[in-house]
């Protein structure tokens, strides 16, 4: 696995540095999240030059000198997720008055009359739908890389895979893998727990200032969403 893929916080601060490595595995992690909220915010497809465009601001202004990375603090409320939802929203902010003084200038008409922007409640469903999205993918990709060492992994993922992913009951996988159902019902549980811990070392990296019980609370929300 690539370091940059483990640590979210080790990415960042390297970005922040001009990695190239870092930022390029800064930019294929959030881009879908920022391209989402985007879209939403114009009411425009994802795929929209327009919102691939602005996408590309926010890196922008993420990797600049002085830029949004270099100013980022660890342990800032609401972590890097409340962080990066205002540079996105700012620099959308930004586009839109920019186009807006254009438009005044040609004399044609405001960008509000043309697409009004989604409300701040939808916009923030919208990116946290994302954010469920991207940490879910990372946990994942994690818990991936662990299972190509640990074989007592692998095999109770392979029991999750069957159950949650081909739709199999416990019984049917238990036929299917010859073991006894009680087995299959302890890797299940095992494997359920694995992706927890996961879900939750990424969480907590991502917000270090956030207590244990909130942190669960994040986890149990996050894996109901899904």
């Keep these: 696995m690539?370091?940059?893929t483990s640590t979210s916080w080790t990415m960042v601060t390297g970005?922040?540095?001009g990695s190239e490595p870092a930022r390029d595995a800064f930019a294929q992690r959030y881009e879908p999240l920022v391209r989402s909220y985007l879209a939403a915010r114009w009411r425009l497809g994802r795929e929209n030059e327009e919102v691939r465009d602005a996408a590309q601001d926010v890196f922008v202004e993420c990797f600049k000198a002085g830029g949004a990375l270099e100013r980022v603090e660890r342990?800032?409320?609401?972590?890097f997720r409340a962080y990066l939802y205002g540079v996105i929203s700012n620099v959308a902010a930004m586009i839109e008055r920019g186009e807006t003084r254009r438009r005044r200038r040609e004399g044609g008409p405001s960008i509000e009359a043309e697409r009004l922007p989604a409300n701040d409640a939808t916009l923030s469903q919208v990116f946290d739908r994302a954010w469920t999205q991207m940490v879910a993918r990372e946990a994942r990709l994690a818990l991936a890389e662990r299972r190509r060492e640990d074989a007592a992994m692998a095999e109770r993922f392979h029991c999750l895979e069957l159950r949650y992913t081909e739709g199999l009951p416990p019984r049917v996988i238990a036929e299917r893998l010859g073991l006894p159902i009680e087995t299959v019902y302890e890797r299940l549980k095992r494997a359920r727990q694995d992706y927890r811990d996961a879900l939750f070392a990424i969480l907590a990296d991502y917000d270090p200032r956030a207590t244990?019980?909130?942190l669960e609370e994040r986890c149990r929300q996050l894996v109901s969403s899904l």
């Design 2 to 4: 690539d370091r940059f």
């Design 75 to 79: 342990d800032r409320p609401g972590g």
């Design 15 to 17: 970005a922040a540095a």
């Design 212 to 214: 244990k019980a909130e």
